[in-house]
């Protein structure tokens, strides 16, 4: 079982119009709602995989009864705290190739319901393989609350993924499984221009097992102790490079990967091709028969062996 915890679920409501035009009636052509956020599209896509997951988190309202039922449909398991009012809603306005959004906003969520959670997702540790940790923490939770889900997955040898973010870069000294982070936030881990591989290298040294950055360029550089690789698509051009569930559809090869004990290589050939899946055909989930043609085409470039890693690792050892 992968654990995945959800602090933000949200309702997309997606009209598609005729006109819009003010003081008049506008007439909607198309209308249908999309459950969304960031754990649950992680498990819908756990789901394609034919994985089992369980999502832990927060809803509330009516919008919340739907997103409930929508992963009972899908058959996904999930154990909720409700809170007072409802989930976020996103209402998008469609005309032609212009999207207007108008956004409510998610409650807030106090200390003793994130406490609930976090007891939740404790509960789920011993049952679990892999425990995945999405970037977006409610202000009202305390670090080392959520550091023990980390502390305890370990204890049990559960492995833990946390996807690096403003909210969750406090985590890291905890030493998750796996750290995922988009290039444009490593300044939170200090790394350096230019010294990507030699600054994270010293996380590997502390005990991280993987660090998987995902370049501007669409390609992944996963770092180790046995080895340093660059994963892409040769010459790859995103049908829809603005597609929403991208960094979901990667993590859940991620986690999808650790579970089942894929070589390293393995995983991020998967994690690349869900993630280019989402990329081409513009879907929050993935499509299996895609994700199969494309992971054939994933390259990867080996940058470091593990003697080099380990003389790389020696030198921090040394200062």
Known sequence: MITVTEFSPEIDEIYKLRSLKAGE????????????????????????????PYIVGCLGGYSGK?????????????DFV???GEVK??????????IFTLVKEEPDIDEAKTRQVVRKTLNKIKD?????????LPATLHYHIYKKIIKDARKYNVKSIVELSKDTYKLIDSNPYLIFAKEENLNLLNVREGHLIDDLLSYIKDGIHYIVVKMKDNSTVVISKNQVFKADIENFVAEFPSAEGVK????????????????MEKMIKLAAAMEYSVLTTG???????????????VKIDKIHNKEEVKELIRGYCDV
Do not use: C, H, P, Q
């Open 25 to 52: 009636e506008n007439s909607v052509k198309e209308y249908k709602i999309e459950v969304s956020g960031k754990g649950i599209k992680i498990g819908k896509n756990l789901k394609v995989l034919k994985a089992e």
């Open 128 to 136: 679990s393989s892999v425990i995945v940790m999405t970037e977006t």
């Open 283 to 297: 879907e929050k989930v993935v499509n299996n028969a895609e994700v199969r043609k494309l992971y054939k085409k």
């Open 248 to 263: 979901e559809a990667y993590m859940a090869g991620l986690a999808f990967s650790l579970e089942k004990k894929y070589e």
């Open 66 to 78: 739907i997103i409930r039922s929508d992963l009972n449909k899908l058959k996904i398991k999930s």
């Open 89 to 98: 809603l996103n209402s998008k306005l469609m005309l032609g190739n212009e």
């Open 82 to 84: 409700w809170l007072d």
